[in-house]
């Protein structure tokens, strides 16, 4: 099969995986927001998380081995550990238009909505919000938002985020594999690392961009690249490195039949993506997680595991992309 | 701190980590082989995997949770799982030695060593080995080779090693971070993915390359990166999708007084050389295992979380760099 086969589908979006819509509630006040992903039903779903001060919930009902397994909704924040209430507001307003688990006839519907959350509380905006933290209320805003298109750059769970020492944010990024399957990435990007090469303008990422969805740098002749802490990553900034204190969120999907342990994979793979496109990456500092969705509408026959290992290798590229996406348009709103 | 304080070490092998030494077992008619690293005492340890199809020894017991967390010496070898009897010839010849832990007077020395191991049994080798592989020989010959300078390519446990459709093989890289803290890395070479770029020439590790340490390719102009499974993998080749079939055995060092649970970092952070080296990594097929090892030689002293990312940085960066360096010299030599 030739490249040409693979291309992002119609909004290079994680929405381009049917079924899927993101909500984005954005504050320029408190200078943060929150980001929800829904799902139309119930997807399969499992979590990889490697940073090292990572902010998260409802991260062990996706165990493998656990009951769950599954998902009705992952919801991003920044705030962090004030933004996993996020995710109470996402529970509520889907649960009243009955979205959940349904245990017993008349007790709510109780939605399984995973949350993950990067640090953004140093960056200036208002956060005096005493015993009232927003996030809940920017959760039930976000689900009522949810639509295919969604904006990038610095908005919602990114509008506080950094990049290094650059605004980072929301990005997004869908690879169709020609063949029924599609894939998509949504991330909220606040690494300590740098997402661009010694040069200060060409992407880590730059291998993978299609049509010039990130700006289209290459780079040029440079010497290695040896310094492991190199300046434009805020690792270089003792005062930066905060455990928690910087973050890569980010949501892989795709439209296949996945079990949660399939998910798993997708998630782990997926993190390769993060590793090619910020340098470092995974560092204590960094709350990189990483979940996987799957709708099960396409089944994948024979040779499943050599389609999930197709599907992961698409997933880190998809996430590789995104972090690009996410800073190039930050950059060009800032 | 310019680029220019950074530099491999004398040897740009793992052993320029003082203490540590390696030894080699290669076998031209079996095409396998062993590879032991031993350190000079019993050095702090842990272990990352992320591949779906391991083949590991001794794992458990360095687990940050777990009592030991230290190692004499890491074993790795082809031949799947008849390989990991390589640990038993190197646990003799260390007891005899006197290396290992003294429990009671009078009772042998309990070296601990961890081991991984690779697939070669289909490389067309002679694997007529009955009830007796020659594994745990090739592990006691392994230990009394040991010394700092070691061969590189299609040697010990990567004599029967492949990166994608090429030679794999051993691989090595140093950097001196011109502090005191020195990191190396040690490799067997055996990935389902590509360690190519499409143009089947320029190495993906390429922006890490040191003084043309693997031939100094660059990358021209190409097209984007967008198929999930190149055909330079062999994850196109279905027949050679098996899980446990294709592996990247990893060992990072360092000097520097990590605990138990900084190596898992260390590891965990070094897997993202896996990433930036091969694509796709991680995937079902392989069972990409890394191993950290920390003499204590060196304090870290104040903000350790900082070192220890810069230090699982240039373990990323050394592991990158090994791999390339496998592959450049195995295919010199084929």
Redesign the interface.
């Known amino acids: 099969?030739?490249?040409s086969?693979?291309?992002p589908g119609p909004l290079n979006l994680i929405t381009d995986v049917p079924g899927l819509t993101v909500g984005h509630v954005t504050d320029e006040v408190v200078r943060s927001g929150a980001t929800v992903l829904r799902t139309d039903g119930f997807w399969a779903a499992a979590v990889d998380v490697?940073g090292?001060g990572p902010g998260t919930r409802e991260t062990e009902a996706l165990a493998p081995e656990n009951l769950v397994g599954k998902a009705h909704a992952i919801a991003l924040a920044g705030g962090s550990v004030f933004g996993l209430a996020v995710a109470d507001g996402v529970v509520a307003a889907l649960s009243l238009e009955g979205q959940g688990l349904r245990l017993k006839p008349g007790s709510p519907a109780i939605p399984v909505v995973p949350a993950a959350v990067l640090h953004d509380l140093g960056n200036g905006g208002d956060k005096a919000w005493g015993l009232e933290p927003p996030y809940r209320r920017w959760g039930l805003e976000a689900v009522a938002t949810a639509a295919r298109e969604f904006a990038l750059g610095a908005v919602g769970a990114g509008r506080g985020a950094m990049a290094g020492h650059l605004p980072g944010g929301i990005g997004s990024a869908s690879?169709d594999?020609g063949d029924g399957l599609v894939v998509g990435a949504l991330v909220a990007a606040n690494p300590?690392?740098s997402v661009y090469?010694?040069d200060g303008q060409t992407f880590w990422a730059w291998?993978?961009?299609?049509?010039g969805e990130f700006g289209g740098c290459?780079?040029a002749?440079q010497?290695?690249?040896?310094?492991?802490?190199p300046d434009a990553s805020r690792?270089a900034s003792?005062g930066r490195?905060q455990?928690g204190a910087n973050t890569t969120l980010a949501v892989v999907a795709c439209n296949a039949d996945l079990t949660t342990a399939e998910c798993k994979?997708l998630a782990?793979?997926a993190?390769?993506g993060i590793?090619?496109a910020v340098?470092?990456?995974?560092?204590?500092?960094d709350g990189d997680t990483v979940f996987a969705l799957a709708s099960g509408a396409h089944h994948l026959g024979d040779?499943r595991?050599?389609q999930?290992?197709?599907?992961?290798?698409?997933a880190?590229?998809c996430l590789a992309r995104a972090i690009a996406r996410a800073v190039h348009t930050a950059a060009q709103g800032a």
Chains 1, 2 share one sequence.
């Open positions: 099969m030739t490249s086969a693979f291309r490697r090292g690879l594999l300590i690392g090469m010694p291998p993978f961009e299609i049509a290459r780079p002749a010497g290695p690249v040896v310094d492991p802490m690792l003792l490195a455990s994979r782990m793979m993190q390769d590793a090619r340098r470092p990456a995974h560092t204590p500092f040779a595991a050599v999930l290992g197709r599907l992961g290798s698409a880190a590229d």
